[in-house]
């Protein structure tokens, strides 16, 4: 089922240097219990393709599509915060907070119910494989692999449709890596997310159902 399209996107940006066409006419659709890998170079819009998939800036030109209604100014909001998770390279973890905290926090925003939240938080720890003595440690005390864990799990106990991963393996070794792929597989393939990841990893690229190449802000098949 395809949940997420986008047609002839277009984003520029505009630098002391000039105009950079970051985009330039991209159209493609992603579908429910998919792994999709996005490839290229450094600067070929990769980054900013996934920026506005996640509702995080909007498009020149163009227009985005989730389950077949254009996403707008009036529900862009709701769209960020129901229907798409996102995991970044730098883990992005709030220091302050446990990994069970940082995981009820997108929880709270999301907007569940308080009665849900703690028992959506250990399943989707629990889902990471991350063991019940951690989840009352802070970032600081987590390694790298167990980091981007919770990471995964606070983008996915809110259930959305898509999750969004920025470079998710980057800063991890190749074990760990190997693991987050695994769970990214699972993600989509048994629990029906579609999972788009931007990466320079070709193991991903690899176990991936299907890759987009980008080059010079165009997509490639």
């Not at 709270?108 to 849900?116: D, F, G, L, T």
């Not at 991890?172 to 629990?191: C, P, W």
Request: aromatic share 6%; net charge neutral.
């Amino acid at each position: 089922m395809i949940v997420l399209s986008v047609e002839n996107l277009t984003y520029d940006y505009v630098t002391k240097a000039g105009i950079t066409h970051a985009l330039q006419g991209v159209s493609a659709q992603f579908a429910l219990g998919t792994l999709y890998a996005m490839t290229g170079r450094s600067g070929s819009g990769k980054s900013t393709f996934l920026s506005l998939l996640a509702g995080l800036d909007v498009p020149l030109m163009g227009e985005i599509l989730f389950e077949g209604n254009s996403l707008t100014a009036k529900n862009l909001a709701s769209y960020r915060r129901d229907r798409v998770g996102v995991i970044f390279q730098a883990y992005n973890l709030i220091p302050h907070l446990t990994a069970m905290e940082n995981v009820l926090l997108s929880l709270e925003i999301a907007q569940c119910s308080k009665a849900e939240r703690r028992n959506r938080a250990r399943a989707a720890l629990a889902d990471v494989g991350l063991d019940e003595t951690l989840w009352k440690k802070y970032p600081r005390h987590l390694s790298g692999g167990e980091q981007q864990r919770v990471a995964i799990a606070r983008a996915i106990a809110p259930d959305p449709h898509i999750l969004l991963a920025d470079e998710p393996t980057g800063n991890l070794d190749n074990e760990n890596s190997r693991n987050i792929v695994r769970i990214l597989k699972q993600l989509a393939h048994e629990r029906n997310k579609c999972v788009i990841v931007v990466t320079h990893s070709r193991e991903i690229a690899e176990e991936a159902d299907v890759e987009y190449r980008m080059s010079d802000g165009v997509l490639i098949g």
